[in-house]
């Protein structure tokens, strides 16, 4: 299908700034423009956002100094790939970029091991590119429970409210992907400004504790925010993967909060896996289910199209469907990814983003 064909598409979460992080330096931009762009491309990928994550293997010593080598990264790919991308601090930024037929690209922090309590690093990561935020991982961390601690019921650490206020005040999205339920909640209780899930799936639809329930669902939504929908097979169904359980699932959520607020987070792993699980620990199983089953051509970027196909088989009108492949995440960060508040402004030490 000619890119000219393909609705612009807009991705809330894919790692492959791990992969890009894994070469050496000097090959960062020429691997992200010979493997990942054509993905990308192909796929309609206007707006990708790129999480830094750092693996288990760093922490707690190393999450630092790996989440600076990743954001060191993103910005010389941007740099010596400025022809076809740009790495973007704001909605006048994203809609440049996207206007002049380039990827935006936008940093987000996974799961904060890099900070602790530490909150200040926060800013200077928001210095660095950094503009959206999620608070954990699958476990415990200084500032909440990731979803599987949710028999704890622990909400948000007195550092994650801090966060999470210094953070609004920075005009950072929080996401709350991958928070357990009483820490969503204690969010939804808190925030002022919308919300992200960059990468969840419906519990209703497949109970998983990784997914959203519908009243957590409808709260994003209230927050004017976003629910992306993971393309993670082990978060839609326990079945073999198929195109109808990513249906089933964006039908639910369109369902349950409207199209206005439904997006798609790949959370793509395929590639990841391959080069970072060595043949002795396959299969790869996590929490009981195949890590690494895939949805039938959705195994990386080039297959986003087929959403629209089977959104349009369920009978959504091409406006829907353009909504949730990307014009909802455009707008959601054309809207909320503004400059810091003025009190804030002083703070960031690059003026071509702030202040202007």
């Known amino acids: ?25 000097d090959r960062w931009s020429t691997y992200f423009r010979e493997h990942w762009y ?20 760093f922490r707690p010593e190393g999450a630092l100094r790996e989440s600076l080598r990743m954001v060191e990264a993103a910005h010389r790919i941007a740099e010596a790939n400025a022809d076809i991308v740009a790495l973007c601090c704001n909605g006048p930024e994203i809609a440049a970029a996207i206007a002049s037929g380039r990827i935006a690209l936008v940093l987000a922090l996974e799961g904060c091991p890099q900070i602790d309590t530490d909150i200040e ?19 415990r961390s200084a500032l909440g429970d990731g979803s599987a601690e949710n028999g704890t019921g622990g909400r948000l650490t007195r550092a994650g409210v801090d966060a999470l206020h210094l953070l609004e005040d920075l005009n950072v999205l929080i996401d709350v992907s991958h928070l357990g339920r009483a820490g969503v909640g204690h969010v939804l209780e808190l925030a002022t400004r919308p919300l992200i899930a960059t990468h969840s799936a419906a519990h209703r639809v497949h109970p998983h504790h990784r997914n959203l329930t519908d009243d957590e669902l409808v709260g994003i939504a209230a927050t004017g925010g976003a629910v992306c929908l993971n393309l993670y097979a082990g978060y839609l169904t326990s079945e073999q993967p198929a195109l109808h359980h990513v249906a089933d699932h964006l039908d639910h959520l369109i369902q349950t909060v409207g199209p206005d607020h439904v997006g798609i987070g790949s959370d793509f792993v395929a590639e990841l896996f391959a080069e970072k699980v060595p043949a002795c620990d396959r299969p790869l199983v996590i929490e009981g289910t ?26 959504h009108s091409h406006s829907v469907v353009r909504s949730i492949l990307g014009d909802n995440l455009v707008q959601l960060f054309t809207k909320t990814l503004s400059y810091p508040t003025a009190a804030n402004r002083h703070r960031c030490v690059n003026p071509r983003h702030y202040g202007r």
Not at 47 to 52: G, I, K
Not at 121 to 139: D, N
């Open 290 to 315: 195949d890590a690494e089953a895939l949805v039938p051509g959705l195994e990386g970027p080039a297959g986003l199209p087929l959403i629209r196909r089977i959104l349009l088989e369920r009978d």
């Open 121 to 139: 690093l926060l800013e200077t990561f928001v210095r660095l590119g950094i503009r959206i935020v999620s608070f954990t991982h699958f476990g």
């Open 1 to 25: 299908m000619p890119t000219t064909d393909i609705p612009l598409v807009a991705d809330a979460h894919n790692d492959l700034l791990m992969l890009v992080a894994r070469r050496p330096r």
């Open 38 to 57: 054509p993905q990308l491309r192909d796929g309609g990928v206007k707006l990708q956002v790129l999480p830094v994550f750092v693996d288990e293997e």
